[in-house]
C-alpha cells in the first residue's frame, strides 16, 4: 500500500493507462492514485463538488501507473471566451480589417464564447500544437481554462494555449472558427487544481514565452486581476439554453498577445506558466492542409 504526503499540494490528473485511455487519478508528489467511483473527469464533473471533493480525499491507497495525458475525458468539450482582457481586445483591434465587434463585445453584457475543441482535438502537455499551413501568421492563447461540473459549480483550475491563426481571424471574424479549430490548435494541461486548493484564484500570475533553439523571441505576463469578466458571470452565459451532462473546460481567454511581427514557427516551444495551477509546455508543428500527409503530428 502506497501512502501520500499531505504537505504537497494535489491535482486532479488524466492518465493513459494500459487499461484505459482517460483515467482520472489524483496527483501528489509525483505519484498517481485511483479516486474512488470515478474512473474518468466525465464521472467526476457529474457529482456535485462535496461528493467528488469527498472522494477525491479518500484517495491514496491504489497508485495507478501511466502516462500523463490531457486532463479531459473521451466526452469532454471545450469552450473558449474571447476578448475577456484589455490586451486581447487592442490585439485584436490592431490585427483586425473590422475592428469595432472587439470593442463591443468587450463593452456588452454577454461575453463571446466559441466551441474550441473535443478530446479527440485536445493534446496535453509535452505534446505537439500545430499551426496551420494555409495561415500566415500564428500565435498563442495563454489562458487559465475553468473546469465546470454539470451542477455550475467550479471544481477547479487549469490552462488552456487557444491556438490562434491570426491573420485568418484578422481578415474577418466570422473565419473565427477556421482560425480556431484545426488539427493541433488546442492544449490543455498539464493538471487541474481543485479549486478548494486556491486560497485566492483572483490574482494568480499567468507568463508565457516562445522559445526558438535558444533564444526567448516572446515573454509576457499578466494576472487573473486583470480579467474583465467574472467565472460566474461566464458559467452563467455557458449554461444558458444548454446543458453540459459531464460538465465543460471553459478557457477564459487570453491577457497576453505577441505584438504584430511575432508569429509562431515549426519548431518553437510555447511555455504557459500560472502559479499554483502548473505549467504547460508545447512544441510547435505545421499541420498540413491535407492532413492525412501526415498521421502524428
Ligand atoms: O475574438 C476572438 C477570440 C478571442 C480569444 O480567443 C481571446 O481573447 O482569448
Ligand atoms: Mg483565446
Redesign the pocket.
Known sequence: MTQQSTQHPSFIAVLHTAGHKYRITKAVNGKYFAIPKVATISDALELPIAEFKSLFEQSGSEELFGTLAAPIAADSEIW??????QR?RDA?KEESDIPDV?QL?YEADRP?L?FKATARRTVGTNANVGIRADALTSVP?P?VAIVVNKYRELIGLTICN?M?SRNI?GEN?LY?AQ??IYFGSNAVGPMIRPIWEIKDHSALSIDAKIERGTNIVWQAETSLAQLNRSFTDLIEYLFRCQSFPVGAIL?T??GIVPPLDISLEAGDVVTINVAEVGTLVNKVVITPVDINEKENL
Open positions: 473558449g471566451a474571447g476578448v475577456t482582457y486581447s485584436r472587439y463585445v463571446e466559441f492563447e489562458e487557444d490562434t481571424e471574424p473565427l482560425a480556431k478557457s481567454g487570453t
